[in-house]
């Protein structure tokens, strides 16, 4: 772990490589589990107002799980979360023609309708921040459905942080990757 400004970081995230393989997983991380998306409270009104704009890329399946959960979910602890569909999907989860779950935010941004790409907890993935009071803890999260990434990374080279880099660079700013960068260079 070193430090980064109000950042705790994990080595994980520049040892580790990782590249998603979609043709490999489907992109099972939008479909599997057992939660949503956690957002902040920012980004859960960022939805509130994009819905219109999203909808109609939307499943019907997503259309009912939003309409009768909310654009957004409050869970018992308090966090803001995208809701999901019986329990299983996310409810802004869509599918491509060969059954690869896509994101019906950035497939809205993707063609110009918003300008919001989707919540920064899904575009940092496989990265997970934690916020403290004092701190925010950046960490690599292990997930077997995942291990086909950490193989193509592996064999083209990418490591997690340069996968995420533009996620980083929005969530933390450029100056703060410049030093992410310059760590990794010394490890």
């Not at 970081?9 to 490589?17: G, H, L, M, R, W």
């Not at 939660?35 to 939307?58: N, Q």
């Not at 654009?71 to 018992?76: N, P, Q, R, S």
């Not at 599918?95 to 993707?110: G, M, R, S, T, W």
Request: net charge negative; with cysteine.
């Amino acid at each position: 772990m070193f430090q980064l400004g109000n950042t705790i970081v994990s080595e994980e995230i520049i040892e580790k490589d990782f590249l998603c393989n979609l043709s490999a997983c489907k992109g099972a991380c939008c479909i599997d589990g057992d939660a949503g998306a956690p957002l902040d409270a920012e980004e859960a009104e960022i939805l509130k107002s994009i819905y219109p704009k999203v909808k109609p890329f939307l499943r019907k399946e997503g259309i009912k799980a939003i309409e009768s959960q909310g654009v957004y979910i409050t869970t018992e602890d308090g966090d803001l979360e995208t809701p999901l569909i019986n329990g299983a999907d996310c409810a802004y989860v869509i599918f491509d023609k060969k059954k690869v779950a896509l994101c019906a935010i950035e497939e809205a941004y993707n063609q110009g309708e918003i300008t919001w790409k989707k919540p920064v907890s899904c575009h940092l993935y496989p990265i997970r921040v934690q916020d403290y009071s004092e701190f925010s803890a950046v960490n690599y999260h292990k997930w077997q459905i995942c291990d086909d990434a950490c193989i193509l990374g592996k064999e083209l080279q990418v490591p997690v942080y340069k996968f995420v880099k533009e996620a980083l660079i929005r969530k933390f700013g450029e100056d703060w990757y410049r030093e992410l960068e310059k760590v990794a260079n010394k490890l």
